[in-house]
């Protein structure tokens, strides 16, 4: 495109249900047409070159793909990993392609790949904490992608969009803002790594049913008016702007629809218990200290 600046971009899956992907495309303003053909910046477009659930080509001319797009733009394409990074026996329950007749492990990828990127995008809280494949007891022995990559010597810039599965603008805003104004200042991210801007407040501060809360008003069964901490809403502990957000353009959401927050933008999902599993140990008053990461 004459005047265009062209952004590669490749996205690979490891461990994943492929719900990172099925939500970011369902992006609704701008659509994913507007972000993958249109200028998502001004003077800036995105070049998508490799994402396994929506492209036509299939094996080694594929691969190649991510071979080339590694060695002819180094330092300038962006990397998004979506799944979870299984490391146990050699990262063998999570391959993606060949070299020299050897599989390659997802876990080799979303290293060699990261390590000449721009930035990498974790997308998704399989990415981010390891989710659900990483729910004890991980039999596969899956770690965030920020573990592998301190654990490799990976120094490219990562910004976490946690979820499970994200919400379109998460994905949507983290890119335009990195197109637009660069990466991330480190006053921008949280400790976890994840942007302030849809990540910088507690479910628990602007749910609709905070006053029940404040006034110890406990729902006792769903469909009942009241707090729904009870029932096993993680609120107190979740950082995500879905109050003020929504879903599905607004509609909707969690705690509107009747049913508690899961935490799942959260490190400590799933393992928190069951959807209906009140929150234990856990001094609420202290809203946000649930958790806090070492080192």
């Known amino acids: ?171 949507v805003g983290t890119l335009a803002g990195v197109l637009l104004g660069g990466l991330p200042k480190a006053d921008e991210l949280d400790d976890l790594l994840r942007p302030k801007a849809f990540f910088g407040n507690l479910v628990h501060e602007h749910c609709p049913r905070r006053a029940y809360f404040d006034e110890g008003k406990f729902a006792a069964h769903f469909g009942e008016p009241g707090c729904l901490y009870e029932l096993g809403c993680k609120g107190p502990i979740t950082y995500a702007d879905c109050p003020d957000r929504g879903w599905n353009s607004g509609v909707s959401w969690c705690i509107k629809a009747g049913m508690g927050c899961q935490a799942c933008t959260q490190p400590e999902f799933p393992d928190l218990g069951s959807f209906y599993t009140k929150l234990a140990d856990v001094d609420v008053p202290r809203i946000g200290d649930c958790w806090r990461r070492e080192g």
């Open 1 to 171: 495109m004459p005047g265009i600046v062209e952004v590669p971009a490749v996205w690979i899956q490891g461990g994943s249900c492929s719900g990172c992907s099925v939500s970011v495309l369902n992006s609704l303003a701008p659509s994913i047409a507007n972000v993958l053909i249109d200028d998502v910046v001004p003077g800036k477009h995105i070049n998508l070159r490799f994402h396994a659930t929506i492209m036509a080509g299939a094996g080694q001319p594929v691969i190649q793909v991510l071979e080339d797009t590694r060695e002819r733009s180094r330092g300038e394409y962006l990397l998004v990993v979506e799944g979870a990074i299984p490391t146990a026996d050699g990262g063998v329950y999570c391959r993606m392609g060949e070299r020299d007749g050897e599989h390659v492990t997802f876990h080799r990828w979303a290293v060699d790949l990261g390590r000449d990127a721009l930035a990498v995008i974790a997308l998704g809280t399989c990415a981010c904490f390891g989710g659900i494949p990483g729910g004890a007891p991980n039999p596969t022995g899956v770690k965030p992608l920020m573990d592998i990559y301190r654990e490799a010597g990976v120094a490219t810039p990562l910004i976490n969009v946690p979820g499970c599965a994200p919400h379109p603008d998460w994905f």
